[in-house]
Nanobody, 115 residues
Framework: QVQLVESGGGLVQAGGSLNLSCAAS????????MGWHRQVPGKQRELVAT???????GYGGSVKGRFTIARDNAKNTVSLQMSSLKPEDTGIYYC?????????WGQGTQVTVSS
């Protein structure tokens, strides 16, 4: 079993910053890709950012230049530093990891950006 625990969500004003963290625990050997997705009620879950085990990062178009993803392979953690937040960044943010042969998802953490 793999458990993912997210932290760091909350309420922030537009233009502000938040840092999300996710820690993976359980019985596994190697975590491949780690990432963050977000979901707004009535819309599909969308990719925010991903990072490979080697540190190559990719971002969704709407967050590029404002968000930074990072990981610590020794601690099995992934973080998302969010800056210049906009009201449209509001949503539930989910951590996900790929541990062969499947993906695992966290419970989600709410991020609310007020205008």
């Amino acid at each position: 079993q793999v458990q993912l625990v997210e932290s760091g969500g909350g309420l922030v004003q537009a233009g502000g910053s938040l840092n999300l963290s996710c820690a993976a625990s359980g019985r596994f050997s190697v975590i491949n890709t780690m990432g963050w997705h977000r979901q707004v009620p009535g819309k599909q879950r969308e990719l925010v950012a991903t990072i490979t085990r080697g540190g190559s990062a990719g971002y969704g178009g709407s967050v590029k230049g404002r968000f930074t993803i990072a990981r610590d392979n020794a601690k099995n953690t992934v973080s998302l530093q969010m800056s210049s937040l906009k009201p449209e960044d509001t949503g539930i943010y989910y951590c996900n990891v790929n541990i062969f042969p499947r993906d695992y998802w966290g419970q989600g953490t709410q991020v609310t950006v007020s205008s």
